[in-house]
């Protein structure tokens, strides 16, 4: 069974004991930190032809994704097909790509059947971590190249759950939750291998203004 722990951010002026939950929320954001440092160092930054942008704009808005996730997974589409089979990084790459498109199916099936909630992320995940196929290409995803390295598994992990993350946020038009600090709300969860995940909400719809209608003159 699932067992869900917000992460509290407290305010305070004085000088308190670090509770767990504060504990956890400074250790996820010192590895996201680290992540990011990783991330940033294999960064590729190009220029491209503004028609050539709003193509690959809507081409990543009709896939349901933004463009930057849509860029990586051309290049990385590219990689698996110049690979082959017997490439260590297009097999880790394939699985990559099946477990993102299957967690982006699944969004979009339990959103639509009305299971959307603050915890939709675990919610997701969990049912995706039912079927055997999806956890099988999940252990691939992290796994293939760093076969033995504790360290680089865990980063590939990481990265790949933050990345289910934004992409199960983007298929169903959600948001991050804040908290009343205005910080990104973050919840823990045990049993399950996304441990750390923002919550989510929807944004709430604006209503409609119609124009007073103008009488022409007869």
């Not at 590219?78 to 260590?88: C, F, K, S, T, W």
């Not at 790459?93 to 059947?113: E, F, G, N, P, T």
């Not at 983007?170 to 049993?191: D, H, M, P, Y």
Request: hydrophobic share 40%; proline share 3%.
């Amino acid at each position: 069974m699932t067992k869900i722990e917000k992460i509290a951010t407290k305010k305070s002026t004085k000088a308190t004991k670090v509770s767990k939950a504060d504990a956890a929320a400074k250790k996820a954001g010192g590895r996201a930190r680290r992540l990011e440092k990783i991330e940033k160092a294999s960064t590729v930054t190009f220029s491209l032809e503004l028609p050539v942008r709003k193509f690959i704009d809507a081409q990543a808005k009709a896939a349901g994704m933004n463009t930057t996730h849509y860029m990586q997974k051309l290049v990385e589409t590219h990689v698996i097909e110049a690979g082959g089979a017997d490439e260590p990084l297009a097999v880790r790459l394939a699985a990559k790509r099946k477990v993102i498109d299957q967690v982006v199916a699944l969004a979009v099936k339990l959103d639509a059947a009305g299971k959307f909630d603050d915890n939709f992320i675990l919610t997701v995940v969990n049912e995706a971590g039912k079927d055997t196929e999806f956890k099988q290409q999940y252990g691939i995803a992290v796994g293939v190249e760093a076969e033995g390295n504790d360290a680089a598994i865990k980063r590939a992990r990481v990265s790949l759950n933050q990345q289910i993350g934004r992409v199960i946020k983007k298929s169903v038009g959600a948001r991050s939750k804040r908290n009343e600090l205005g910080q990104i709300a973050r919840a823990q969860a045990t049993n399950t291998f996304v441990a750390t995940y923002t919550l989510l909400e929807k944004p709430t719809p604006q209503p409609k203004i119609r124009s007073a209608g103008v009488n022409a003159p007869a």
